[in-house]
């Protein structure tokens, strides 16, 4: 059975390397989607949320097990992917940011490449979401964080999540529907 | 309150993220309201639609590659402490070497030997004031450097 975060956390604050490694190996998929989103570019996604698993594990001491690892995690690669594109000043997309989505499951060929055309579409709506409305989208709905792990990410007031996401989701129906928001 | 005050309420409510207060408040205008339902609807209808995105699961041969990256970025951490730890070992032994024997030296006239023992106090001084403002500053932000400001 896999070792729970906490038992893994208690054994990196203890500077256990290997424990770390199991984390990183746990959320390196779901780090990279999110950095993707950040930053807009699927080799720089994987070479920003590394760095960002190098500062948390510099920083893991003071991680006090109020949220989850992830979500503090989230906190830690936000800051980075920002300096980052301050850093570049704008985003460049030489990768295609959909190298990170899993093609479709099923038998019928027809079906699933309808399917993976769609998920396409949706993902390419939320790269041209506004970063504010595109990064709490992609916490709320692919990373699964609740509304205080997310006001804990963004730094912003609990209240301010809900109205926040709600503009994002109409700004994403309106992106989808072909309507300017 | 109108329907437009409601529909972040939906948001919360599609999202079980509502206090019981605002569950209560937000259902009893539901069920007078068509408008707002059929926007719950077409939110939750909506959040179904996006569970179509799926990322990518790595494989254990990428998992392993990515591991070693982070792992070797945090041997260069560690590298790069001792190498700067060292350097700074070494100039400071260094220049005090110079100094001692700038200032032993009786060739040496006591204006340059002064501006010099002030010109390091003053050094000392603005680099300790320096690091106590980092210090400062890192116990109430800790990863200040990445704020977006």
Redesign the interface.
């Known amino acids: 059975m896999d070792e729970p975060d906490e038992a893994l956390i208690r054994r990196c604050q203890a500077g256990d390397?290997d424990a770390f490694?199991l984390l990183?190996?746990r959320y390196?998929?779901?780090a990279?989607?999110l950095a993707v989103v950040l930053v807009g570019d699927y080799a720089d996604a994987?070479d920003v949320s590394?760095?960002a698993?190098?500062?948390a594990?510099?920083?893991i001491r003071?991680f006090r097990g109020e949220g989850s690892f992830f979500a503090w995690y989230s906190s830690?690669l936000r800051?980075?992917a920002?300096?980052w594109l301050?850093r570049r000043r704008r985003r460049k997309e030489t990768e295609p940011a959909d190298?990170?989505?899993?093609p479709?499951s099923g038998v019928d060929p027809a079906v699933l490449a309808e399917?993976n055309d769609?998920?396409e579409r949706?993902?390419r709506a939320?790269l041209r979401l506004p970063t504010r409305h595109r990064e709490i989208i992609v916490l709320?709905?692919?990373q699964g964080l609740?509304?205080k792990e997310i006001a804990g990410v963004l730094e912003i007031p609990l209240g301010t999540v809900?109205?926040r996401?709600?503009a994002a989701?109409q700004a994403l129906?309106k992106e989808l529907s072909g309507v300017d928001p | 309150m109108s329907c437009e005050d409601y529909r972040p309420l939906i948001t919360g409510y599609v999202d079980d993220e509502l206090s019981a207060a605002d569950r209560r408040r937000l259902e009893s205008h539901l069920r007078a309201c068509d408008a707002c339902r059929r926007e719950r609807d077409e939110l939750v209808a909506f959040k179904e639609h996006l569970t179509m995105i799926k990322f990518k699961e790595p494989s254990d041969a990428e998992l392993e590659r990515y591991w070693k990256r982070v792992y070797n970025r945090l041997e260069r951490g560690v590298g790069w402490i001792l190498f700067s730890l060292g350097a700074i070992v070494v100039l400071c032994w260094a220049a005090f070497a110079a100094i001692e024997a700038m200032i032993k030296d009786p060739d040496v006239s006591l204006v340059l030997k002064v501006g010099v023992v002030s010109l390091i106090a003053g050094g000392v001084v603005l680099f300790v004031s320096i690091v106590r403002e980092r210090l400062t500053v890192r116990k109430t932000d800790k990863y200040s450097r990445e704020v977006e400001r």
């Open positions: 390397t490694g990183v190996k390196a998929g779901r990279t989607g994987l590394q760095e698993f190098v500062r594990w510099r920083h003071t830690i800051k980075v920002l300096t301050r190298a990170c989505l899993a479709a399917r769609e998920s949706l993902w939320i709320s709905h692919f609740s509304y809900m109205s996401l709600h989701r129906r």
